[in-house]
């Protein structure tokens, strides 16, 4: 190097400590990873692919980056189990360094996965209803972007007592979500002076709901209330048709709106009540731009999971733009998505002080035109929280 002039030493010099530099400044610009996990096989295969598209909707809207910085889906499947659900959550965090998780459906694996998030400071956004998500167990990095189980319960206890059904019948699946829910409605109705006539679960994955509407078909009532899902919302409402119970029939949100649930009863969906947080026979604007590119990208209508999927991507990419995609910790990350709102479809959207969406209820009919399920809009109520309760 004695050869070189002054003026190319320092150049060379520059070079190098350029390209020293660089890894930081490449590091600087890399892909924010973000952890997904749904159920992608098995039998709730249909509405974790649903929940996933939604959230591939909510990225691509902002040409799958914030600033400079592409967005990176990380994508597991939790197979609906908890074990699997703390195995891969585990490996997106610790292996492939996600920034936050979003994803499940199960209650089971949405618990498994906050408690491990929690511990790991990583914000995690669930589509999982069990009320200890943002209740009992709630913590600073979860968030819920469905609603929680008995959210919207109120707003059928208050439909059904206004509309003179007073003796009501509560069904629900044995488990954490479906006695919420039961607990829920059923509070709300003897706040409201109606009676509940009884409180029936039978198991999760039951094939055969016969013995229990031969024991109800006597009682006196006006309305039974169904807590289902998947294929347990199939056999329910297809058993309870052919069983000849004659009251009318409501279910809880998303039970029928997600999953082409609707569509595989058939007729046996005409004459049923549900209430839901979104459903696509909304026409404002933003709801109507939603089914628009939702079904030009995925060639099909969205339902109601595919809705809670969007959520979840839009809070993610809209606490991304609060920190112009610089997420310095899970602690910065976590007050970001917190303090997000937004225009969504249905009306704005933000989570209340527990990290639950504050959410619209729609109680709707369902019908059948002889090809597919159409809902005519009864009741909206605005602006409910988790613990919202009609007044009396």
């Known amino acids: ?8 030493l320092i150049a060379c010099v520059a070079a190098l400590l350029l390209c020293v530099m660089a890894p930081s400044g490449v590091r600087a610009q890399e892909a924010i990873k973000i952890g997904v996990i749904l ?3 098995g039998s709730s295969a249909a509405i974790g692919q649903e929940d996933l598209k939604g959230i591939q909707l909510a990225v691509d809207e902002v040409g799958g980056k914030v600033g400079e910085r592409a967005i990176h889906l990380v994508i597991a499947d939790d197979q609906n189990s908890p074990n699997t659900g703390l195995t891969e959550v585990r490996r997106l965090v610790e292996n492939e360094k996600v920034a936050a998780v979003i994803g499940s459906l199960n209650s089971a694996v949405a618990l498994a996965i906050h408690a491990y998030t929690t511990r790991a400071k990583i914000p995690y956004i669930s589509g999982g209803i069990v009320r200890d998500l943002t209740d009992q167990r709630k913590s600073r990095y979860t968030f819920r972007a469905s609603v929680a189980a008995g959210q919207l319960e109120g707003v059928i206890a208050q439909f059904v007592v206004q509309n003179g ?15 919420d829910a039961v607990a829920q409605v059923g509070q709300t109705i003897k706040k409201l002076k109606g009676n509940v006539v009884a409180e029936v679960f039978p198991r999760a994955g039951e094939t055969d709901y016969a013995p229990f509407f031969s024991r109800l078909a006597d009682r006196k009532a006006d309305a039974v209330y169904g807590f289902f899902f998947g294929g347990d919302t199939l056999r329910f409402v297809r058993q309870y048709r052919s069983s000849g119970m004659k009251f009318p029939l409501i279910m809880t949100d998303v039970a029928l709106s ?5 569509q595989t009863l058939g007729k046996d969906i005409d ?3 549900s209430v839901e947080y979104w459903f696509n026979g909304l026409t404002d604007e933003k709801s109507k731009a939603f089914i628009s590119d939702f079904s030009k990208k995925f060639n099909m209508a969205p339902e109601g999971i595919a809705y809670c999927g969007y959520i979840q991507g839009r809070a993610i990419v809209e606490a991304l733009k609060k920190l112009d995609g610089k997420v310095a910790d899970g602690d910065v990350f976590a007050k970001a998505i917190a303090s ?8 704005p959207f933000k989570f ?13 009919k369902w019908s059948w035109d002889g090809a597919k399920p159409g809902t005519t809009l009864l009741k909206t109520v605005r602006g409910i929280t988790q613990d919202w309760s009609p007044a009396k």
């Open 39 to 41: 159920p992608l096989t």
């Open 271 to 273: 004459g049923v009540y």
């Open 1 to 8: 190097m004695g050869n070189w002039k002054p003026s190319e």
């Open 165 to 179: 059904w007073s003796d009501v019948i509560l069904m629900g699946s044995d488990y954490a979500a479906g006695r």
């Open 340 to 347: 997000v709102s937004f225009d969504a479809p249905g009306g």
């Open 258 to 262: 997600a999953g082409g649930v609707s």
């Open 352 to 364: 209340d002080a527990n990290n639950n969406p504050i959410a619209n209820g729609y109680f709707i």
